[in-house]
Structure formats: structure tokens, C-alpha cells
């Protein structure tokens, strides 16, 4: 017999705007990569890097650098980290599971650069694969403008 398994709940536009108002602006080292977070659900966050000149790490190629690559796989290792933990507690208030994030802090992290980074835009996904009491591990992917694989991620979180 197949159970039937309910849908993740939504997230309330509070929370969705609260945790972009965190990620976006007040997290000011994402505003220099220009990550903008796309969809914010509570099973997987995708987010838009927009290629500039700040960004270039191999001139002659026009190629994002790998700090670059590295840094916003980890941002969004963060975020489904967040979103599973907003998930977790939805009995409580918006406002109240927007606080819960302020000892998260990456602890490990693993980057495969498998194409080199060269496109107008980029989108970058992440999931949580376990979220404990304490640690919280993730997956993530960085894609080219044409949606193909350019670099993976997994990282291990500290959440409380």
C-alpha cells in the first residue's frame, strides 16, 4: 500500500520577505556576488548570480572566478539551511523563526569544479539532505545560463 504523503508547507510572504530582506541585503557580501534568491520553498532554495566584471577570475575566457563559485554554493548551503529550519518550526510566528538563524555557520564544505563558469548568468540550487539537532547537511549545484552542470557542492552546517 502507498501511503500518501502530505506537501511541505508554504512559506507566508513575512518569512519569505524577511529571509530575503537577511540574505539580500543585511548578508552584505551577497550583495557583491549579486545573488537574488529565485524561489524559496522549504524542500530547495534557488537563487540568480548575474555575470560582471567584478566577478571575472580568468580574463582571456571571461570566466567567474571560483572564489566566486565557491562562496555562493556555500550562501546557498546557508539558505536551505534556513528554510528547513523556517519549515521545522511553521507553528511558531514569522518573525519569531526569522531569529533561529543566528548561530548558522558553516563547518565544512566541499566544491567539484567540473566545466569552467562562462555565461551571462548563473543559477545556483541547494536542498537539505539532514537536518539534525545540531548539524545540517546540504547539496548544492552551481548551472550555466544554458541549465547545464558547472560545479557541485556539499557542505555541513552548525544550527544551533
Do not use: W
Not at 132 to 144: D, I, K, L, Q
Request: with cysteine; hydrophobic share 40%.
Amino acid at each position: 500500500m502507498i501511503k500518501a504523503t502530505t506537501p511541505p508547507a508554504e512559506f507566508e510572504a513575512e518569512f519569505i520577505n524577511g529571509l530575503k530582506a537577511i540574505f539580500e541585503e543585511r548578508i552584505v557580501f551577497n550583495q557583491v556576488l549579486g545573488l537574488k534568491i529565485t524561489s524559496l520553498l522549504p524542500e530547495r532554495v534557488t537563487a540568480r548570480i548575474d555575470m560582471k566584471p567584478e566577478l571575472v577570475g580568468h580574463f582571456s575566457y571571461n570566466r567567474i572566478h571560483g572564489g566566486v563559485i565557491s562562496a555562493g554554493l556555500d550562501a546557498m548551503g546557508g539558505l536551505a539551511c534556513m528554510a528547513a529550519i523556517g519549515a521545522r518550526h511553521m507553528d511558531e510566528p514569522p518573525e519569531q523563526r526569522l531569529h533561529r538563524f543566528a548561530k548558522l555557520g558553516t563547518i565544512d564544505l566541499r566544491i567539484d569544479y567540473l566545466r569552467p563558469g562562462i555565461g551571462t548568468h548563473f543559477e545556483l540550487r541547494a536542498e537539505v539532505m539532514r537536518l539534525g539537532s545540531r548539524v545540517a547537511s546540504t547539496r548544492m549545484e552551481f548551472m550555466g545560463p544554458d541549465g547545464k552542470l558547472l560545479s557541485t557542492g556539499s557542505g555541513a552546517y552548525i544550527v544551533s
